[in-house]
T-cell receptor
Framework: AQKVTQAQTEISVVEKEDVTLDCVYE???????LFWYKQPPSGELVFLIR??????QNEISGRYSWNFQKSTSSFNFTITASQVVDSAVYFC??????????FGTGTRLQVFP | DGGITQSPKYLFRKEGQNVTLSCEQN?????MYWYRQDPGQGLRLIYY???????QKGDIAEGYSVSREKKESFPLTVTSAQKNPTAFYLC??????????????FGNGTRLTVT
């Protein structure tokens, strides 16, 4: 069975601090996809990144970076120099058969000025 | 601009009444989904549809029903059989490629309160 664990329920940081959101997944498939979504206070989930199981290269997009490690079944998300606008709930998700996503319970990030 | 529209944003109902949540998309996506979000539990899949006139149960389908008569519409009915209907409901859609999981596009959600 597939499962996504986000052990950090809530994280609080001060602006300009770096913060890492953890994601650990379980799957029996060799082909799968991992995602990160951001849910701001407005409620709509916004897609951030997708990574397939065959691509372990780390990804950097501006202040965002992702570290995918199959050896530890982790797909962690780091925000560098956090800003107040980064305050949101962040979800990690897993798809095995490309037809539905299983989400983690989310990590609420609060960035204080 | 293309997107997903959920209406209404807030919905209040008395216990024992059925209620239908609307979801419309103009992204020309084949697949549509309904998720339920509760505090501390993340998003759980209720129903999904990969093509018109076809849909499958998700992990928590009991007490819910859907229809997919048109590609752009995927309404969700919360029936009186759903024991804890108060929640935030999110509709999503995605294109269907050749096997790669496509990102979901989400609506703004409907917050349902049943008293």
């Amino acid at each position: 069975a597939q499962k996504v664990t986000q052990a950090q329920t809530e994280i609080s940081v001060v602006e300009k601090e770096d913060v890492t959101l953890d994601c650990v997944y379980e799957t029996r498939d060799t082909t799968y996809y991992l995602f990160w979504y951001k849910q701001p206070p407005s409620g709509e989930l916004v897609f951030l990144i997708r990574r397939n199981s065959f691509d372990e290269q780390n990804e950097i997009s501006g202040r965002y970076s992702w570290n995918f490690q199959k050896s530890t079944s982790s797909f962690n998300f780091t925000i560098t120099a956090s800003q107040v606008v980064d305050s949101a709930v962040y979800f990690c998700a897993l798809s095995e058969r490309a037809d539905k996503l299983i989400f983690g319970t989310g990590t609420r990030l609060q960035v204080f000025p | 601009d293309g997107g997903i529209t959920q209406s209404p944003k807030y919905l209040f109902r008395k216990e024992g009444q059925n209620v239908t949540l609307s979801c419309e998309q103009n992204l020309n996506h084949d697949a549509m989904y309904w998720y339920r979000q509760d505090p501390g539990q993340g998003l759980r899949l209720i129903y999904y549809s990969q093509i018109v006139n076809d849909f499958q149960k998700g992990d928590i389908a009991e007490g819910y029903s859907v229809s997919r008569e048109k590609k752009e519409s995927f309404p969700l009915t919360v029936t009186s059989a759903q024991k804890n209907p108060t929640a935030f409901y999110l509709c999503a859609s995605s294109s269907r490629g050749t096997g790669a999981a496509s990102p979901l596009h989400f609506g703004n959600g409907t917050r349902l309160t049943v008293t």
